[in-house]
């Protein structure tokens, strides 16, 4: 999957991923990370999310790595704030106040680059990727976070019937990618309401990964 096809959706506003409310599985079950104030919480591929408000809201620091600059310009946009921009090698760093999102390709995002993470929040990341890059996806970001804990948030679904993104990650291929490196914990798991696209039954699953 090349960059251009998420160019091409953002452009095209046909970004049916984005949800113009809080995830409730974030609300629900980020206290769960065990965080104080001020914690700084790595969003991969996070788009123009509104889960960086309720984030921010609740007294954290937020930093993002998104391919698409359109997004954050328009995340940066219903913010209210205006961003510092500069040039970080082959990225883009928009700063603010307790933000930091980096604009380009996330395996150009270092650990040096990235600075110091104290969780990671995956609702949109690893399910966007196809399979044969999500175990290059997990390594990078296990690497760059020194295997932070994570907030991740999964769909299960048969891919015969329609295909991603987001694509189908199951507990197995979780366990393949994470288990060397974190406990994993399913918090919850619940079929999505009306189907994923409206047309395919799916579940959606929330796991709690934390170091060993």
């Known amino acids: 999957m090349e960059a251009s096809f998420w160019h091409q959706k953002w452009e095209k506003g046909d970004i049916g991923f984005h949800r113009s409310e809080t995830n409730a599985f974030l609300i629900e079950h980020f206290e769960k990370l065990n965080l104080a104030k001020g914690a700084r919480v790595f969003l991969p591929l996070c788009g123009k999310t509104r889960d960086f408000a309720w984030l921010l809201a609740s007294g954290y620091r937020v930093v993002g790595a998104e391919l698409s600059e359109l997004a954050i310009n328009e995340l940066f ?36 680059v990235l600075g110091l993470v104290d969780a990671v929040y995956d609702r949109a990341a690893l399910v966007a990727l196809p399979e044969n890059v999500r175990h290059q996806y997990t390594s990078h970001l296990m690497k760059i976070t020194h295997a932070a804990p994570q907030l991740l948030i999964c769909y299960e679904y048969n891919q015969q019937l329609i295909d991603g993104p987001p694509f189908s990650v199951s507990a197995a291929e979780v366990k393949h990618h994470y288990a060397s490196a974190y406990q994993l914990n399913c918090v919850e798991s619940k079929e999505v309401a009306g189907g994923l696209k409206g047309k395919v039954a799916s579940i959606e699953t929330v796991w709690l990964l934390q170091k060993i």
């Open 77 to 112: 946009n219903d913010l209210g704030v205006e961003p510092k921009i500069s040039r970080v090698g082959e990225l883009t760093h928009y700063c603010a106040k307790d933000i930091d999102i980096f604009v380009g390709d996330i395996f150009d995002v270092s650990a040096k």
